[in-house]
């Protein structure tokens, strides 16, 4: 039992109530003469005679007393039922003043939850039935001994309510009670002694009233509720049997104590000591914190639209079986060949739309908290007492190889956007690699450091969005807009001014680099001539001078890349690295800026900017750099070497950053307790400079957000070369962590012993490590995977330990523990930039896994895919992350060749895949089935483009011959065909209702579709075959970045038409159906046999195809109908051949005299 003031112990873990009670006794008012054997005798309620020993053995009640009773009431914390500290001794509580009420309430447990309304849950009283009427408040109802033969009231204190000075709640009147104690002060009902205080002293009934009942830990959902049951089944059988437990709501309403603490009612500090003053409720504490939260959740489709989609799918492939199945049993036997080649070509459609459907059937959407992430990562903390970021570091990589078709201002603006980017500055590091080794991109990135000074502290000072300069002054609309500072207008306009001022420069510079050259070069050719002179005689002859057409830095140096005439060991294929440290790496602390009267005032702003650094790899004649992919590995290891961040982002030159906080938006999924296993988060690619119409389906919306968002319910989404943020350590081809490898029944795999010959390309090493030998095998291993960097193997450990995730809860089973990456980064030195150097050096990866199974996958022109493949192969996971705002934005060719360019490119890399060991059907058992089927489909779909030329071309031959695919137009073909294009158009419309993409962009994407498939996609089968049978080298073209200004020219090369043998098929066919159209109706109006049924199904087909290539044909005809001569030439030209290749197929019947003889000797077929 407690004593007065006594709390509950800070280790206990049951809900306490401690009662503490002050008595004076005041001498009786009568004395009662002593008993025989010199006892005190006095009589009770009941008439009876009870003797005492002593005065002090006399009860309370027959001593006339009042007892006074001042307790407080500790309540277990809602929901954890964690106990609380220790409270001072309390004031009296009063009692409601009304009854009725308070009697209503008696009976009632509230409890509420996270987004729950607050209930009142009735509770069953265990009280005598007879009783229960016998007044209004429950505390003042009346109880009857529990000891059998004995009628006197249970003891009470001064306001009517039960006391049980035993755990088990047994019921007991004061005499009964008096005479247990001295009989051995066990209990009567569970036959336990009475217990003793926190003191260790035994409890006096006479100065102590007995502690109340504990709640139970065996039920969660009691003690959520705070529930006070007993703590022994024996006791609450008793209590079942004999009467009713301590009524602890009755309590609260009936007194000036509180529901507790929970989320419904909060007592203020020290509440239960206020009495009857002032209100005692507070604000609840939030039980939900921030930290605790997910950092990302996933969410499916509503089951309205899902499940319908689902259902059409199922019917449309049953419909498309039965369909192929009537179509093989019912042959057109007058056109055999006709019918044939349809058939073929239907099965493989069919197929194809099989490999492409099924895919799509779990899309998933998934959303971020940003506010939690920084909860957990950027605030206050015991592991965080300064706020420090504990966020992961994180490398970005821009790729540029030539500044003709990559202009260097739009490379800047990129840099310009990374700069800026919402994310902890000694975090971030930029690195741009430029393939190409050119001055001019080396000079504009020095122009956009040196502007970036401005520029990041007038975003950060002004919250500007975008964050590329060029888009951000481009915008339309009020700049001032949402805007609260008063000198946002004076920064803007000087900001404006400096960046204009920079676009000059840069857009100088190539003229500003021959200048400089020439000029360095005839001073050169000056001294030669002069050292020359100097040393030769008069009778000897001079010869000419030759002095090498340099390329010349500002500083009179030559520049270590690629000269602009060329030179030895300075061409674009043969010259040396360079490294160089544009912005060296910020300080640990943060900067505040001043006022300067000559820029902006940056008072109270972190003026520091991230580490911006350039990197050429050394290229030299006689090795495979392996284009983008060898210098992307480049970067991976020089990074390593000097910054090391846990993850990489990739960027093109033209996409940049416009969602500034797009690098946190990824981080929330990578850094969520289940995103250990996940090897990159791809952003959708959103575009800029796109004509309104779309009329090449540049913005690839339905492939954005309708397969890629699919795919994120699956595996994850591919990689698709850009917009990506990776974890380093997968790109290192290791292992996710926590995999296991299962048998083929499912029970764990035994680890092999490490053999000697080459791993296959599914074997990975594993990070967590085998322990004993395996450590020291995979440490000779090293060198073959990653090359002899000492520095570069050292760091691999230490990427994997900052990519991990906080480990802040049980659930986190590989995880790094909070506040371990608060120390500062490492400076630079010159033993890292050598290191850095040696690591990018062309013989490097010689004997090595780079571009094998670690970094960038070589061997295709579509090298991101390859990589996102073997990923997955390897049993990773990737995440879709769609924000609401862009994270990403770039540019697309608009140019109808450019375009058909750009799809050769990305189908000849597919076919590539197709016929390589990256083909899915030879994948490992950790990639998942649907998974499998998407990457099969992206080698097989370029093959379709066979099977859609020859279907393009049936309806010309139908009209051309007189015949049809089928034998007659039925009905059962008819409704098959009504069947088949109902359930496609529906299934269109719900996946733009699930995805959110228009049913104009489908219709492009259709469109475009069949333009590329005629086309681009017929033309990499080729080049696929070429390269698969004999060798032959597959050119790598670049995508041209335009950098137009101005309305007028926004738009300009959409209407160039740029001749390319690609366009010849699509020309081809669009001629061949106009000829057959207009041949197949002059037939059927002039024969007297008029076969309408074959004349609409040939036209109805002919149609399709010129719909499909309609904005092939707008292409052709450029600006305002100035259509080149050369599809005028191509159009005669294919008319002269059909009508030559006809006749001499069919030649006319001479001397015919049948009616449908048309102009003399000539007769249609």
Not at 654 to 666: G, V
Not at 1062 to 1089: C, E, F, K, Q
């Amino acid at each position: 039992m407690a004593s007065t003031g006594s709390s509950i112990p800070p280790g206990g873990s049951r809900s306490q109530m401690i009662l503490a009670s002050q008595r004076s006794l005041k001498p009786p008012s009568s004395t009662s003469p002593r008993a025989p054997g010199g006892m005190i005798t006095r009589r009770s309620s009941s008439g009876r005679y009870i003797h005492f020993l002593s005065q002090d053995d006399i009860p309370i009640e027959m001593l006339g007393e009042t007892l006074n009773l001042n307790y407080t009431v500790h309540m277990p914390p809602t929901p954890d039922n964690q106990p609380m500290s220790a409270t001072p001794e309390g004031k009296p509580a009063a009692v409601p003043p009304k009854a009725e009420q308070q009697h209503a309430v008696s009976s009632t447990l509230f409890s509420g939850g996270y987004q729950n309304a607050t209930r009142g849950h009735l509770l069953d009283k265990l009280i005598d039935r007879n009783q229960s009427n016998s007044s209004q408040i429950a505390g003042s109802r009346r109880f009857s001994c529990s000891i059998p033969g004995c009628e006197e009231k249970v003891m009470t204190d001064e306001r009517g309510r039960v006391i049980t000075p035993c755990e088990c709640g047994f019921k007991i009147c004061r005499d009964c009670y008096v005479e247990a104690l001295n009989n051995g002060g066990v209990c009567r009902g569970c036959k336990d002694p009475y217990k003793a205080d926190d003191l260790g002293t035994k409890t006096d009934a006479r100065s102590v009233l007995p502690q109340l009942p504990s709640v139970q830990e065996d039920s969660t959902e009691e003690r959520r509720l705070s529930v006070l049951t007993p703590n022994k089944p024996a006791a609450s059988a008793i209590l079942g049997n004999q009467g009713s437990e301590f009524d602890h709501t009755g309590w609260l309403f009936e007194t000036k104590g509180t529901y507790g603490y929970g989320n419904a009612v909060w007592p203020k500090e020290d509440a239960y000591l206020q009495g009857n003053s002032g209100n005692n409720v507070g604000a609840p504490p939030d039980f939900h914190e921030k930290s605790k939260q997910p950092l990302c959740r996933k969410t499916g489709i509503a089951p309205a639209i899902i499940s319908p989609y689902r259902l059409l799918v199922l019917v449309r492939l049953v419909v498309l079986v039965f369909f192929l199945w009537w179509r093989v049993v019912h042959p057109n036997k007058d056109a055999v060949w006709l019918w044939g080649m349809s058939v073929v070509c239907e099965i493989w459609f069919a197929f194809s739309w099989i490999l492409d459907q099924l895919p799509k059937l779990c899309p998933v959407n998934r959303f971020t908290d940003l506010s939690v992430l920084r909860e957990k990562f950027e605030m206050p903390g015991p592991s965080n007492p300064k706020g420090r970021s504990d966020l992961p570091g994180v490398d970005v990589f821009v790729s540029t190889a030539d500044p003709e078709k990559e202009p260097p201002l739009v490379t800047a603006n990129t840099i310009l956007s990374i700069l800026a980017a919402q994310y902890p500055v000694e975090k971030l590091s930029c690195y741009i690699s430029d393939d190409g080794g050119a001055l001019l991109t080396f000079e504009a990135l020095a122009e956009a450091a040196s502007f970036a000074q401005m520029w990041v502290p007038f975003c950060k000072k002004h919250d500007i969005e975008p964050r590329n300069p060029e888009s951000y002054f481009s915008l339309k609309g009020d700049p001032t807009k949402n805007k609260k500072r008063a000198d946002f207008v004076r920064d803007r306009r000087r900001v404006k001014r400096e960046y204009d001022e920079m676009k000059v420069r840069i857009n100088g510079l190539p003229d500003a680099i021959r200048r400089r050259s020439d000029a360095y070069n005839a001073h050169e050719e000056i001294k030669v001539k002069r050292e020359q002179l100097e040393s030769s005689t008069l009778s000897v002859n001079i010869d000419p001078v030759k002095v090498v057409k340099a390329t010349w830095m500002s500083d009179g140096t030559h520049w270590p890349g690629t000269w602009s005439l060329g030179g030895k060991e300075h061409g674009k294929g043969d010259h040396a690295g360079i490294i160089q440290v544009m912005l060296a790496p910020p300080s640990h602390d943060p900067i505040l800026g001043k006022e300067d009267d000559d820029l902006i005032d940056t008072t109270d702003i972190d003026i520091r900017l991230p580490m911006l650094v350039y990197v050429s790899r050394e290229k030299r004649p006689g090795y495979d750099h392996n284009k983008k992919a060898g210098a992307m590995n480049a970067l991976v290891r020089t990074s390593a070497v000097m910054s090391n961040g846990a993850f990489v982002l990739n960027l093109d030159c033209d996409h940049y950053i416009y969602n500034s906080l797009a690098i946190r938006e990824a981080m929330c999924f990578m850094m969520d307790p289940s995103g250990d296993r996940i090897c990159y988060v791809q952003f959708p690619q959103r575009f800029e400079g796109i004509d309104p119409n779309d009329r090449y389906a540049n913005n690839n919306t339905v492939f954005f957000d309708v397969n890629m968002r699919a795919l994120d319910g699956l595996q994850g989404p591919m990689y698709v070369g850009t917009g990506c943020m990776f974890r380093r350590i997968a790109l290192y081809g290791f292992d996710p962590p926590r995999y296991k490898n299962r048998g083929c029944c499912g029970g764990r795999k035994k680890p092999k012993q490490v053999k000697a010959k080459k791993e296959s390309d599914e074997t990975a090493l594993n990070m967590e490590g085998a322990g004993g030998d395996g450590d020291e095998i995979e440490a000779q291993l090293m060198p073959k995977s990653f090359g002899n960097s000492a520095v570069l193997a050292a760091s691999i450990a230490v990427a994997e330990f900052q990519g991990r995730p906080l480990a802040d809860s049980d659930r986190v089973k590989y995880g790094r523990p909070p506040g371990a990456l608060l120390a500062p980064r490492n400076p630079l030195d010159a033993d890292t930039l050598r290191e850095a150097i040696s690591v990018i050096s062309c013989f490097y990866e010689d004997r090595t896994e780079w571009g094998n199974r670690v970094g960038w996958i070589y061997g295709s022109v579509t090298e991101d895919v390859v990589t996102g493949f073997r990923m997955h192969n390897r049993g990773w996971r990737s995440i879709y992350c769609v924000t609401k705002r862009d994270a990403f934005r770039g540019t697309a060719p608009i140019n109808l060749t450019d375009r058909l360019h750009q799809v050769l490119r990305w189908a000849t890399g597919s076919v590539e895949i197709f016929f390589s060991r990256n083909n899915a059907l030879l994948g490992s058992r950790r990639l998942k089935l649907l998974q499998r089927v998407a990457y099969l489909n992206v080698g097989v779909y370029p093959f379709t483009s066979i099977f859609l030329v020859v279907y393009c071309f049936l309806p010309a031959l139908s009209l051309f011959t007189g015949q049809f695919i089928v034998q007659n137009l039925n009905v059962t073909f008819l409704v098959y065909l009504f069947t088949i294009t109902t359930t496609l158009c529906i299934l269109a419309i719900l996946e733009v209702r699930w995805s959110g993409i228009t049913l104009e962009e489908w219709w492009r994407n259709e469109q475009f579709w069949l333009i590329g498939g005629t086309s681009a996609h017929l033309a990499a089968v080729l080049q696929g075959l070429l390269k698969v049978t004999a060798g032959v080298d597959i050119s790598f073209t670049l995508t041209s970045k335009s950098s137009t200004e101005g309305e007028e020219d926004a738009y300009a090369d959409l209407y160039v038409v740029k001749w390319s043998a690609l366009l010849i098929p699509p020309i081809t066919i669009m001629m061949i159906n106009l000829i057959a159209i207009a041949v197949g109706v002059a037939r059927t109006v002039y024969s007297d046999t008029q076969k309408w049924s074959q004349l609409i199904g040939g036209v109805f087909f002919s149609v399709w195809v010129l719909t499909h290539l309609y904005p092939f044909a707008k292409g052709l005809m450029g600006r305002r109908g100035r259509t080149p001569t050369i599809v005028f030439v191509w159009a005669g030209l294919l008319s002269i051949i059909i009508s030559l290749l006809w006749v001499s197929i069919s030649p006319p019947s001479p001397g015919s005299s049948q009616d449908s003889t048309i102009g003399g000797s000539f007769q249609f077929p």
